[in-house]
């Protein structure tokens, strides 16, 4: 049973960086199990989290200067919240996790510590009934730990209040953003052939044109809904979305964009819309505050406008072409 | 929770009040506070902010809630509706 360090050092923080931006994220764990912080004995309490390593990295660096037993369950590297959802942060799981490391004659208590957002998948009575311990819903940031377990395992209004800072939307950008430029690759490659094709000739304006227009999208609705988020007019990520891009529309047409005709400035309208719009739909993914069915009916509203728009704004380009 | 709101009026969240027997698991477990105590038996006090994640249901132990939770993202929810086209399970895509 190894006893952990509680201090994060610039491998840990490069790691967690690296995760933010996709890289290496689906294996970032830690082997699960039952691990020592401090000098913990009998009386510590259990505090349970996800192996996702940003996960443990943020629950034991929480827990500095204490004596604390950390139980590690294995969620296949993936954090608190979307296990919870998927069930593997989970009432079989923590049962599972509570026989195999023998707690139950390393602590003479019968409490486990767990993360608010891990409710979605752990049924408390079902935990104590089949391995005797009784779960504890305490906060759910883990900095907010050492004042719980201080207070007496109170949980204070503040510890249960979900916040969405633009800091906490800021940090789920890389993600969205990546996602979205490994789509828009193939795409701005396919608009420099076509207008190489079409005879326009390897200018700047033919190479560059198609990477501005398809990065300022990406940018439109993969970072600058996400951020703006609350003050963006509407409850609709998708309607969102849609005014990010049409804001960078305007001002590509204003910078005097594409030949100035009206059939090329509707396509390109219609185009950055709808674009945009699905990759900010696509953000409530990783929002707190959205539901299943809010998604269902974006999506059963939004997705035909979306592709209506696309193929409009092909089909517009094209007559462009012709005329 | 303050300043962010989705879609009014579309969640499947169902409280059974005659079942319920004021344990506030739920008020417990909500993360956007939802639920109320109300005397001895819970109450719906914020029915838009639910976010459908099932904690609640999840953690009643007479089981009086009811709610459809279930990937709630727009890539997870289209990866649904093509393997039900397909007949196919979901795979779950690169995210989870």
């Known amino acids: ?323 | 929770m303050k300043g962010f709101a989705h879609l009014t009026n579309v969640a499947t969240l169902e409280l059974d009040r005659d079942a319920c027997v004021g344990c506030g698991m739920c008020v417990a477990v909500c993360p956007h506070q939802v639920f109320i105590l109300q005397g001895t038996k819970a109450e719906i006090r914020n029915f838009d902010a639910c976010m459908e994640c099932g904690a609640c249901a999840v953690n009643c132990p007479v089981g009086a809630i009811d709610v459809d939770s279930g990937v709630g993202c727009a890539s997870g929810l289209i990866n649904e509706w093509v393997a039900s086209i397909r007949g196919s399970k979901t795979g779950g895509g690169g995210c989870c």
């Open chain 1, 1 to 323: 049973m190894p006893i952990i360090s509680t201090d994060l050092r610039f491998v840990d923080r490069l790691g967690a960086w690296k995760a933010r931006w996709g890289i290496g994220r689906m294996s970032y764990l830690v082997p699960p199990g039952l691990y020592g912080i401090g000098s913990p004995g009998p009386d510590d309490p259990v505090v349970v989290t996800a192996n996702y390593k940003m996960s443990y990295d943020l629950v034991r660096r929480a827990l500095g200067g204490r004596s604390v037993w950390l139980l590690v369950l294995e969620t296949f590297g993936i954090n608190v919240w979307c296990a919870a959802g998927k069930g593997t942060f989970g009432t079989d799981e923590i049962v599972r996790r509570v026989k195999m490391t023998g707690l139950a004659g390393v602590v003479g208590h019968r409490t486990l510590i767990l993360p608010i957002l891990g409710a979605p998948g752990v049924a408390a009575h079902l935990v104590a009934r089949r391995c005797g311990f009784r779960v504890r819903y305490a906060t759910i940031r883990a900095a907010d730990l050492p004042e719980y377990l201080d207070n007496g395992m109170v949980t204070t209004p503040d510890m249960g209040q979900l916040t969405f800072t633009a800091r906490e939307r800021l940090v789920l950008v890389p993600i969205e953003l990546v996602t979205a430029v490994k789509w828009a690759v193939p795409v701005m490659a396919l608009m420099v052939a076509i207008s190489l094709l079409s005879g326009e000739g390897f200018s700047f304006s033919t190479l560059v044109s198609p990477v501005v227009l398809c990065a300022g999208t990406v940018m439109a609705g993969a970072v600058a809904a996400p951020v703006l988020l609350p003050v963006l007019p509407g409850r609709s990520f998708a309607v969102k979305g849609a005014i990010t891009g049409g804001g960078w529309s305007a001002l590509l047409l204003w910078a005097g964009w594409g030949s100035g005709r009206w059939l090329d400035a509707m396509a390109l309208v219609l185009a950055v819309t709808s674009v945009s719009a699905f990759l900010a739909l696509n953000f409530t993914g990783s929002t707190p505050f959205t539901s299943r069915s809010g998604v269902k009916k974006e999506m059963r509203l939004g997705l035909p406008v979306m592709a209506a728009s696309l193929l409009a704004a092909l089909f517009l380009w094209i007559a462009a072409r012709l005329s």
